[in-house]
């Protein structure tokens, strides 16, 4: 079983939908937990950060942790075809053996229809 | 400021072949991450180095892989010598230290092996 999982879709939605992607991991550890976007044929580049459990927002975008159920989502509102890429979550601890070390779920792709 | 910088951006090479790939991190960052991505496995991390040092190069898959950090602009991935399965595109990322979180990704290198 890997660390993290994550639905790689992919999935499409007309323009102005509310979009869900989750993730769910095994270890407790992981206290960080952060949202990539990755466009096609570029690198992945920092969405969302959180830290613990709890809600966070920016914009149109929204991130949830629930360290209970080992469960994180990120909700797009009104999405817009530039919304369309691959979003990866991603999780750290704290701790000698994994500081620094990202592992990361293997990716959603979104595709917003206009 | 210019961003991770990796080169070359595409690599077609023969089976056997040795493979080069360079990464100047961001001025100032003191780690820098490689990582392999795939349709199937998604994004691996392979090895990380703090100021200069290799940290964990766990994910290295054989030990036909090495990577080197010789100062702080600068570090090499070398596949000798490569085989078809190494075809993937291979993300370089720095972050100012092990204890933030934030990665900032390279446009990476698609490397294919015939």
């Known amino acids: 079983q890997k660390e993290v999982e994550q639905d790689p879709g992919p999935l499409s939605v007309p323009e102005g939908a509310i979009v869900s992607l989750n993730c769910t991991y095994s270890n407790s550890a992981f206290q960080y937990f952060m949202w990539y976007r990755q466009y096609s044929r570029k690198g992945p580049e920092l969405l969302m950060y959180?830290?613990?459990?709890g809600n966070k927002e920016d914009g149109r975008f929204t991130a949830q942790v629930d360290k209970s159920s080992k469960y994180i989502s990120l909700f797009i509102r009104d999405s817009q075809p530039s919304d369309s890429a691959t979003y990866l979550c991603a999780m750290s601890g704290r701790g000698s053996s994994n500081t620094g070390k990202l592992i990361f779920g293997q990716g959603t792709t979104l595709q917003v229809k206009p | 400021d210019a961003g991770v910088i990796q080169s070359p951006r595409h690599e077609v090479t023969e089976m056997g072949q040795e493979v080069t790939l360079r990464c100047k991190p961001i001025s100032g960052h003191n780690s820098l991450f490689w990582y392999r991505q795939t349709m199937m496995r998604g994004l691996e991390l392979l090895i990380y180095f703090n100021n200069n040092v290799p940290i964990d190069d766990s994910g290295m898959p054989e030990d036909r892989f090495s990577a080197k950090m010789p100062n702080a602009s600068f570090s090499t991935l070398k596949i000798q010598p490569s085989e078809p399965r190494d075809s993937a595109v291979y993300f370089c990322a720095s972050s100012p230290g092990l204890n933030t979180d934030t990665q900032y990704f390279g446009p990476g290198t698609r490397l294919t092996v015939l």
């Open positions: 959180t830290y613990s459990s």
